[in-house]
């Protein structure tokens, strides 16, 4: 009798989450696809759209930038998604561990991620410079060469990666130690108690029990590389010669230094798409993961 | 016997070392820029960027907090920043507890769509949503409003906060609640005096996560709010960084002073993370 | 069994989530009561109307400060029955684009824009500005301005911007520096003897210090502009037989005179000189980094205030930028903010009244002499304001006299692509590319965008 009657208290606790999130998105999701389908620029703006079908999404497929800019976001979300995790994992369960002073050097650790994006680019813009920057300093007052990190086209992308590194890791950090403080000590214990080693320790209880927190916060990061580009925006504006211009940038100032509404709107609608699409092998990958386990 | 007795000795001697050396060297390799930027701040605004770098300055000097903290449209900035952040905070993790339990706990229709719809809507970049964001807003009159932006930030942190706190739920044995269903508590009772007491490190964190978000926002902010009386912290930072020059002296102030929340927030809510609050209830 | 476990955390954890119900709550309450104020609380009725006007304008916020307060007051004082303030907002230049364009997208009220000159022609395309012509026949002021700057605020026949104050660029070097390599500055006005400089200057300048200064940062196609000029060529040029609109700009700065400008930049970087990909904007000549630099007037703010009086002495001018041979005339850019009234303000004949009123010499001038800009207006220029602002800006007649040569960019709305363009040509040229293949290539690019393909 009581399965006939819909319950209704699952969805009225999604409701406020809900209700913000499509009052405010999904308007401009509309808006977005609306304006990829038509003629949008600065100068159109205030006047008609002109409908052109799939042309804006058939144009950036045939634009070779657009290629060479997805080229350039797998570099840098590989790069900074694979070094945040590991040293972002490292780092949550070594100050897991049974040591004084953990709160003060957590706090200490997650800094880098407290400063906003825009400071973070022009400290890393400035110590990069060829004339004012620390790092040449000191790498030819030990006498080695002094590097291009932002004019050389093959390196500029990794140097950017590498402020992405230590700007994101400290949110895998906070977010994992979320999840290992919800696996109980006892566990542990059990386990030592059974001979068990550090590693054996790691490997099946904590990383077992952090799965989802893990899979979680790889999406989260993941998509996150995608989406930005405020380092790429003012450290190097997008070069040299277009060598640090992700997709992200790319959408960024297709829609506001070229006018072109339109563009950005095409470019950001195939980024959810590629967010989506990353999602979905991310799950499946973990799945299958555990269907293996479950097997054993 | 004997094996153990050399483990034990191995342990004592490397691990502690071992793991303070790691921990410190990152510490140290990440904390450099930020050295810099605070003895900057103990310089004269005046002094040119020198290298080689001065991490000690020579004549340290305070003026350039007095400055920042007596800076009527800094200070007016500084206020509406913590509203906001503060705001944002709270709602974003009262709304996201209610939702992540909703997904940890319940099975109902639509429950992958709508799990999927939330991930999808994290995943929109925000530079396409700030035109119709905008439109909408100014429509509706809410524009350069320290609630706008407590309700507009919530589009970056609850998916976040939602899926952060549906994990932390899921490691909550259900026995708790089946023994609490059984005794007659209702589902929200459940909620609130049995999951969120035990769930304290992963409200602590969802709350850092909301306050840092909010906190640091400024793209957002250009756009929808940047009156004087609705404009934020990191925003007024800005009149620092022209495009012909830098005023290093309060910028590094500001930064500083915009860093001051956050790390108190985090050494408060550390408190919270106690372990394995969730499994050890289950004893006795 | 639950009350014995539960109890004592149970209050304690009980009291900590009722307080933050209570906090939603009122903070819930809180915002209502905001939205809904203006609409509930008595209007405080005041003797005087009080009209705020609104304003988006960049960085640096000093210039707007002095110029909004100076004027404000006189604007008050004519009306004394109203009380007149400016609500302005100032953000770096990328960013305050980005806040106009949006604002004005969303068709929000705002009363006055700074724009810069290759905003202009999008602008006032989009329909965003206001058409001044007819307030501008009233004012009868038009004919003070030097010709160049006037045209750079003119749209489609319709005067849409006025051009507030300018900068150019010009060749800056350190006495001290050259003294000591024996180097007459002389040396540095052909392109001959611009590479002899260098040569003679790596030998003898400390190894810190770098010879001359190259750009390749993201304003580079402003820095290679007068070569391109200075050779008799142009960046674009109207031609009939367009696709679409009859006769259009089309892309001219691959001929012969920008691939030669091109070339002098390549043999630049050939000869050893390394182009910088971060900008100070003069603060790298300011701390003697490089002996000499090609950079804007404004480099001088680059300077605290009291070295001004000194400051000639330590460094040189060469009001030019280097030339092929000393037969031909040099070329400069020149920069700076235009003024304008967006289309949506409701405030246009307060706002324009503003406008003039901030543009009258006695309201302009102590901000050009704060900040070091040079006047658009000739009767500023060579005029009673004329001594003291060449007493106070360092090396201030030589700057005024670049004004003559001194060109601005194209105001069409294509503008911003063509310059990325043309910046990729350059930058590929850097690294090593042929200037011809990539001043075509580029061109190919612009012909696209400009509608010709």
């Known amino acids: 009798m009581q399965k006939n009657k819909i319950n209704v208290e699952p969805y009225l606790y999604l409701l406020p989450s809900l209700f913000i999130l499509v009052s405010l998105l999904l308007f401009p999701l509309l808006w977005n696809i609306y304006v990829s389908t038509h003629d949008v620029s600065i100068l159109t703006i205030l006047k008609k759209w002109d409908f052109v079908g799939l042309k804006n999404f058939y144009d950036l497929f045939s634009d070779p930038k657009f290629y060479e800019s997805l080229k350039l976001t797998l570099f840098f979300v590989v790069g900074s998604v694979s070094a945040q995790f590991g040293i972002g994992l490292l780092l949550a369960v070594l100050l897991n561990q049974q040591i004084k002073g953990t709160h003060v050097l957590r706090t200490l650790l997650i800094i880098p991620w407290s400063v906003s994006t825009v400071i973070t680019a022009f400290s890393f813009k400035f110590m990069y410079d060829d004339n004012y920057g620390i790092i040449n300093y000191v790498l030819e007052s030990i006498g080695l060469d002094a590097v291009g990190w932002l004019s050389d086209p093959n390196i500029a992308i990794w140097s950017i990666v590498l402020a992405n590194i230590w700007y994101g890791t400290p949110f895998t950090i906070l977010f994992l130690t979320a999840g290992l403080h919800s696996i109980s000590p006892h566990l542990y214990e059990a386990a030592i108690i059974d001979g068990a080693t550090k590693i054996k320790r790691f490997f099946f209880i904590t990383i077992p029990l952090l799965r989802q927190f893990i899979i979680t916060n790889l999406i989260l990061i993941t998509v996150w590389s995608i989406n930005f580009f405020d380092l790429q925006l003012i450290m190097t504006g997008g070069g040299p010669l277009f060598s640090t211009t992700t997709t992200s940038l790319y959408m960024y100032r297709e829609a506001f230094e070229f006018g072109s509404f339109s563009g950005g709107a095409t470019i950001g609608i195939l980024l959810i798409v590629m967010n989506l699409l990353l999602t979905f092998v991310y799950v499946k990958i973990f799945n299958r993961k555990t269907s293996d386990q479950n097997e054993k | ?284 | 069994m639950n009350g014995n476990r539960f109890n004592q955390p149970l209050k304690k954890y009980y009291s900590d989530i009722n307080i933050v119900c209570l906090y939603v709550f009122s903070i819930f309450l809180l915002s209502i009561f905001s939205i809904f104020s203006p609409y509930v609380l008595p209007e405080v009725v005041s003797q005087e109307e009080t009209i705020i006007l609104t304003a988006i304008v960049a960085e640096p916020k000093e210039r707007w400060d002095l110029l909004f307060e100076n004027a404000l007051e006189e604007l008050n004082k004519k009306y004394t029955d109203k009380k007149i303030s400016v609500d302005y907002s100032v953000l770096p230049y990328s960013d305050t684009r980005t806040q106009i364009v949006t604002t004005l997208a969303g068709r929000s009220d705002l009363d006055l824009v700074s724009i810069d000159q290759i905003w202009l022609g999008e602008f006032a395309e989009a329909g965003f500005l206001t058409d001044l012509t007819d307030r501008i026949k009233l004012w009868n002021k038009s004919s003070d301005w030097y010709e160049n700057n006037w045209q750079g605020g003119i749209y489609d026949n319709q005067v849409k911007g006025i051009w507030a104050w300018t900068d150019v660029r010009a060749l800056w070097y350190w006495k001290d520096l050259l003294n000591q390599s024996e180097l007459s500055p002389d040396q540095l006005k052909t392109w001959n003897g611009y590479w002899d400089s260098f040569v003679k200057l790596s030998k003898n300048l400390d190894k810190k210090i770098q010879p001359i200064h190259l750009t390749s940062a993201n304003h580079v196609p402003d820095m290679w502009y007068p070569y391109l000029w200075m050779l008799g060529g142009d960046i674009l040029e109207m031609k009939d037989n367009h696709p679409s609109k009859g006769s259009y700009w089309f892309p001219v700065y691959n001929s012969e005179a920008g691939i030669k400008a091109l070339e002098f930049l390549k043999n630049q970087t050939e000869i050893g000189i390394k182009p910088q990909i971060n900008h100070f904007w003069g603060q790298e000549f300011a701390d003697k980094k490089f002996a000499v630099m090609l950079e804007g007037s404004w480099l001088l703010g680059q300077f605290p205030r009291d070295q001004w009086p000194d400051l000639e002495k330590k460094i040189g001018l060469i009001p030019m930028f280097p030339v092929p041979d000393n037969k031909t005339k040099t070329s400069t850019l020149m920069g700076g903010w235009l003024l304008g009234i967006p289309e949506t303000s409701k405030h246009k004949d307060l706002a324009w009244e503003l406008i003039t009123i901030m543009l009258e010499p006695k309201i302009l001038v102590p901000m050009l002499l704060e900040q070091g800009y040079l006047p658009t207006q000739k009767s500023i220029a060579e005029g009673n304001y004329s001594k003291e602002l060449a007493s106070t800006i360092p090396y201030y007649d030589e700057l005024i006299s670049l004004i003559p040569y001194g060109k601005g960019r194209p105001n069409i709305p294509e503008y911003p692509q063509i310059a990325d363009h043309i910046r990729m040509a350059i930058e590929e040229v850097y690294h090593g590319a042929d200037p011809k293949q990539a001043l075509d290539q580029a061109a190919e690019n612009s012909m696209y965008v400009l509608g010709w393909r």
């Open chain 2, 1 to 284: 016997m004997k094996n153990s007795y050399r483990n034990n000795i191995k342990q004592v001697l490397s691990d502690k070392w071992l793991i303070y050396s790691i921990i410190f060297t990152y510490i140290f390799i990440t904390l450099i820029p930020l050295v810099w930027v605070f003895s900057t701040s103990l310089k004269p605004n005046d002094l040119a960027i020198s290298l080689p770098p001065e991490f000690l300055p020579s004549e340290p000097t305070i003026e350039n907090y007095v400055f920042v903290i007596t800076e009527p449209r800094l200070v007016q900035s500084l206020i509406n920043s913590l509203l906001v952040s503060l705001g944002s905070t709270v709602l974003s993790v009262a709304i996201s507890a209610l939702g992540g339990y909703s997904f940890a706990r319940f099975k109902f229709k639509g429950k992958n769509l709508l799990l999927s719809i939330i991930l999808g809507f994290f995943m929109i970049p925000i530079v396409i949503n700030i035109i119709p964001l905008y439109l909408m807003l100014s429509e509706i009159g809410l524009l350069n409003s320290i609630f706008s932006l407590i309700i507009t930030f919530q589009i970056l942190i609850i998916p976040l906060n939602i899926f952060l706190l549906k994990n932390y739920f899921e490691t909550i044995p259900r026995e708790l609640e089946e023994a609490a269903l059984v005794d007659g508590c209702s589902r929200f009772g459940i909620l609130r005096r049995i999951i969120l007491p035990l769930s304290t490190p992963g409200l602590a964190i969802a709350s850092v996560l909301a306050f840092r978000f909010s906190w640091n926002e400024f793209l957002l902010p250009i756009v929808l709010a940047n009156r004087p009386d609705s404009l934020v912290f990191q925003l007024a930072l800005y009149q620092f960084i022209s495009i012909y020059r830098i005023e290093w002296g309060y910028l590094t102030a500001g930064i500083n002073i915009a860093l001051i929340p956050i790390v108190i927030l985090m050494l408060l809510f550390q408190k919270q993370l106690v372990h394995g609050l969730t499994a050890s209830s289950l004893k006795g």
